[in-house]
Every structure is written in C-alpha cells, then in structure tokens.
C-alpha cells in the first residue's frame, strides 16, 4: 500500500527541477551575451560615426576658407593649427590626429608637405594658397585606438565661363 501511494504522488523530483534549472540558466546566458554583444556593437558605430563627423568637420572647415583666401596650417604636439588658432573640433578631447603613412604627411599643397612627426612645429607653418589644391591624408583616432582614414584633396572650383553670344 505504501509503494501504491507513492507512485500517485504528484510533483517535481530533484531531477526535473536540475533540468529545468540547466536549461534555464542557459537561455537566460544566451540572453545576456546578445545583449552584450549588441552593446559592444553600438558603442563602436557610436565611436565610428563620432570619428567621421570630426574629419567632415576639419574638412569642412578647410573647404569654407579654401578658394577664398591664403592661410597657414601648422601641426604641433597633436594640434592642428589654423592661422595660428587650434582647429575648432566637436569633441574637445579625445580625437587625435596623425599622418596616414610612413612619412606622417598631413598635409601636401604646392610641393611643400606638413607632417605629423614632431620635426615640424608652428614657427615654420605651412602657407597654404587657395588658389591652388591642398592634398589631405591624415588619420583620426580617439581613445580607444579606433581609427579613420581621410584622404581627399581640397580644391578651389574654377571660375564659371559664359560666353556671351547669342544664338
């Protein structure tokens, strides 16, 4: 009668709770490293998209002068210059800048080149005439060692012609 009454027992062995206990352990694991993941994945595409918005800035701001009129750029312990001024920046720190090459050229305009290197200080800055193209190489980083490359040259647009005659 005893062995009849503990077979008609209903409820959960030790077993069955393990079992449950394992696998629901797992899912709520799985369901913590996509959440992660997808952390680590929008903090990066934040700092990515902070980078690009910085060298469309710099560029920007050497487009709007370029063409316009002669200035000066100088490069000098991780600060780019601009006529004597540090370039504005949206981030005020943590964005560092630096030649893309070997040669650490920043800047190349009319067969004079202004490098990152340390060789090259704001006493001797680089005259840049807008008149005449001003090529950009140079690679933005920021704190954690990420980084963006901007390469592109800077050019005043000629002067538009229109001839005079009628048809």
Request: glycine share 8%.
């Amino acid at each position: 009668m005893l062995k009849q009454r503990a077979n008609n027992e209903s409820g959960l062995t030790l077993i069955e709770l393990l079992v449950t206990i394992s696998i629901s352990t797992m899912v709520v694991g799985l369901l913590g490293s996509i959440l992660l993941s997808t952390f680590n994945h929008s903090q990066q595409s934040k700092a990515h998209i902070n980078l690009r918005q910085e060298g469309n800035y710099l560029i920007t701001q050497l487009k709007q002068v370029h063409g316009r009129e002669n200035y000066t750029l100088c490069y000098e312990g991780d600060t780019l210059f601009f006529n004597g001024r540090p370039m504005e920046t949206l981030a005020h720190e943590g964005v560092h800048i630096r030649g893309i090459d070997e040669e650490a050229s920043l800047f190349e305009h009319d067969g004079s080149t202004l490098k990152s290197d340390g060789t090259t200080t704001c006493d001797n800055p680089l005259v840049v005439d807008g008149e005449k193209e001003l090529h950009v190489s140079l690679t933005l980083s920021d704190d954690y060692d990420r980084e963006l490359d901007v390469q592109t040259v800077i050019d005043r647009l000629a002067d538009l012609e229109m001839d005079s005659e009628s048809p």
